[in-house]
C-alpha cells in the first residue's frame, strides 16, 4: 500500500538554524499537510496546501514557518530560525480530496529537537 | 473555536475487556468526527468516521456513533487483544473541511 514517507526521523539543531523537514506524499494525492505535536500535548494543525498554494494555515504557521513543493513529489517545512519552542514531532499527511471525502495518510514523522 | 477533548490515559485493561474512550467536541456548524489511532512506531491511520448524527462508525471491531446532543463521539470495543495497544486520537475536520483538529490522545495498554 502507498505510505507517506518523511526524512528524517529525527533531527537535532541548534536555537536560531534554519531546519528543512522533508515528505514524500502519497502519489496521486491532491492535498498536503503539515501538523505537529508538542511532547504530550495535542496534535495541532499548521498548515494545509493544494493546487501549489496554502490552502489553509493556522496562528502556530507564522512568518518562521514556510512550505514547498519544488518538485512534484517532495513537500518540505522550513522553519527559518528555529526556537525552543518548535521542539516537537512534525507530521506530514495527505490526501485525494479534502478532509471529509478522504482519510489523511499520515507520515511516521519527524523529531525536531531544538537544544 | 472548534475543539475536541478525550479522557485522559493511560488506559490499562486486560486482554477481552471492554473498551470505552470518551471524546467530547465543541464546533460550530456540523463537522465530520473522526478517530485516528498511532501504532508503535507509525504514523496516526485512521480508524473510523461519521459524517453527520446518529451515524455509526465502525471498523476492526471499533465503533464511535455521533451524538449531536451530547456532542460526543465515544470510542468503544467489545474485547480488546494486546494488538489494540496504541494511541488513539479523537479528531473533527474544520469548517473549511480541510484541516483536522485533534484531541490530546489517549494511551491504550492491553496486557495478555
Known amino acids: 500500500e502507498p505510505e507517506v514517507t518523511q526524512t528524517p526521523s529525527h533531527q537535532v539543531t541548534q536555537m536560531g538554524q534554519e531546519v528543512i523537514l522533508r515528505c514524500v506524499p502519497i502519489?496521486?494525492?491532491?492535498?498536503f499537510y503539515w501538523y505537529r505535536q508538542i511532547l504530550g500535548q495535542k496534535v495541532e494543525f499548521l498548515v494545509s496546501?493544494?493546487?501549489?498554494?496554502?490552502?489553509?494555515k493556522s496562528e502556530i504557521f507564522d512568518d518562521q514557518f514556510s512550505v514547498e513543493r519544488p518538485d512534484g513529489s517532495n513537500f518540505t517545512l522550513k522553519i527559518r530560525s528555529t526556537k525552543l519552542e518548535d521542539s516537537a514531532m512534525y507530521f506530514c499527511?495527505?490526501?485525494?480530496?479534502?478532509?471529509?471525502?478522504?482519510?489523511?495518510?499520515f507520515g511516521n514523522g519527524t523529531r525536531l529537537t531544538v537544544t | 473555536g472548534d475543539s475536541v477533548t478525550q479522557m485522559e490515559g493511560p488506559v490499562t485493561l486486560s486482554e477481552e475487556a471492554f473498551l470505552t474512550i470518551n471524546c467530547t467536541y465543541t464546533?460550530?456548524?456540523?463537522?465530520?468526527l473522526f478517530w485516528y489511532v498511532q501504532y508503535p512506531g507509525e504514523g496516526l491511520q485512521l480508524l473510523l468516521k461519521?459524517?453527520?448524527?446518529?451515524d455509526k462508525g465502525s471498523n476492526k471491531g471499533f465503533e464511535a456513533t455521533y451524538r449531536k446532543e451530547t456532542t460526543s463521539f465515544h470510542l468503544e470495543k467489545g474485547s480488546v487483544q494486546v494488538s489494540d495497544s496504541a494511541v488513539y486520537f479523537c479528531?473533527?475536520?474544520?469548517?473549511?473541511?480541510?484541516?483536522?483538529?485533534f484531541g490530546k490522545g489517549t494511551t491504550l495498554s492491553v496486557s495478555s
Open positions: 499527511a495527505s490526501s485525494g480530496w479534502g478532509t471529509d471525502n478522504s482519510p489523511l495518510h
Open positions: 502519489s496521486n494525492h491532491l492535498y
Open positions: 496546501f493544494y493546487n501549489n498554494e496554502i490552502s489553509e
Open positions: 464546533a460550530t456548524g456540523y463537522p465530520s
Open positions: 461519521a459524517t453527520k448524527a446518529d
Open positions: 479528531a473533527l475536520s474544520d469548517q473549511a473541511g480541510t484541516a483536522l483538529i
